[in-house]
């Protein structure tokens, strides 16, 4: 590789220079808190006590991988917000943060000394990203992912939801949520306030449902032949064929004639294609997506 295309490929580091103090539990804050370190921000993580010197984050209770993995390098202090020394603690840290992150209850924050308003006559030049479950009055209902995701259309049978997608898709938002904040400070010298509401993330991955894509007469919904998971021999396969090169590339492969787009909603040829994949091994599926050009991916059962 050249010394050219190495330094293309780099890493960007718009955040260096960034001091982010997070008091956010669970896993939206912290999944941001990775994120935005890996932007180049120096990160510091505020814990309540914990049982038996264990994690004052419940994630860190019940998930130690997951916590370790997103507090990689991220310095973490055991502060109890409760006490004059905790607070002591905290204001100390407040006085060199350039963001807030925070995951509590509107009404847990002004309790604390901690709302929007103390904190922006204490520390003008402080931005605060605030993630709520839902947003403005709504922010004190008890919630997690499944209720945003159910709440947002998006929770379709009995089966959880394969990830936490609220939560996740609320991380990228406080991250992009911490991002405009810097730019706001940095253009008007000022902090500013950023409400992150993991329903509203709930809400936006579900757009496309709402659209229609997703829906079972939706083109990705399962209506399109080459946009579905069929069984195969030995396991599944997930074929993504939606464009109509890729489409013309499975139904050859088929035996299906192919007369334009309307060919992949015919009956007959999710029919058609089901029985030739049913027929074919993994191994085979595999060296098939190489040789036409098929975008798939073989599971196991």
Request: net charge positive; proline share 7%; glycine share 10%.
């Amino acid at each position: 590789m050249s010394t050219s295309s190495a330094a293309t490929h780099k890493p960007l580091k718009p955040l260096r220079g960034v001091r982010i103090l997070s008091l956010a539990l669970n896993l939206p804050g912290p999944a941001a808190l990775m994120r935005l370190q890996a932007m180049g921000a120096t990160c510091l993580k505020a814990e309540p006590p914990g049982p038996k010197g264990a994690s004052g984050d419940p994630m860190g209770q019940y998930n130690p991988t997951a916590y370790a993995t997103m507090h990689g390098g991220i310095k973490v202090l055991t502060i109890d917000l409760k006490t004059d020394k905790g607070q002591q603690r905290l204001h100390k840290a407040l006085a060199r943060t350039d963001v807030l992150l925070t995951s509590f209850r509107p009404s847990a924050l002004l309790k604390l000394g901690l709302g929007w308003k103390a904190l922006h006559k204490a520390y003008p030049a402080l931005s605060v990203v605030a993630i709520v479950g839902a947003p403005g009055a709504r922010a004190e209902e008890p919630g997690h992912d499944l209720t945003y995701l159910a709440d947002a259309g998006l929770v379709t049978g009995l089966d959880l939801p394969a990830t936490l997608f609220a939560d996740m898709g609320g991380a990228l938002m406080a991250s992009e949520a911490t991002l405009k904040a810097v730019l706001a400070q940095k253009a008007g010298g000022k902090g500013v306030f950023q409400e992150v509401a993991l329903s509203d993330a709930a809400a936006w991955l579900a757009l496309p449902r709402h659209w229609g894509l997703t829906q079972p007469k939706g083109a990705v919904g399962g209506a399109h032949a080459g946009y579905r998971v069929y069984p195969c021999k030995d396991g599944r396969v997930a074929v993504a064929a939606l464009e109509p090169h890729f489409a013309a590339s499975l139904c050859a492969a088929a035996g299906v004639t192919m007369d334009g787009m309307a060919t992949l909603f015919l009956p007959t040829t999710h029919k058609a294609i089901a029985a030739f994949l049913a027929s074919q091994t993994r191994k085979q599926l595999d060296a098939l997506a190489t040789a036409r050009d098929i975008p798939l991916h073989t599971l196991g059962t």
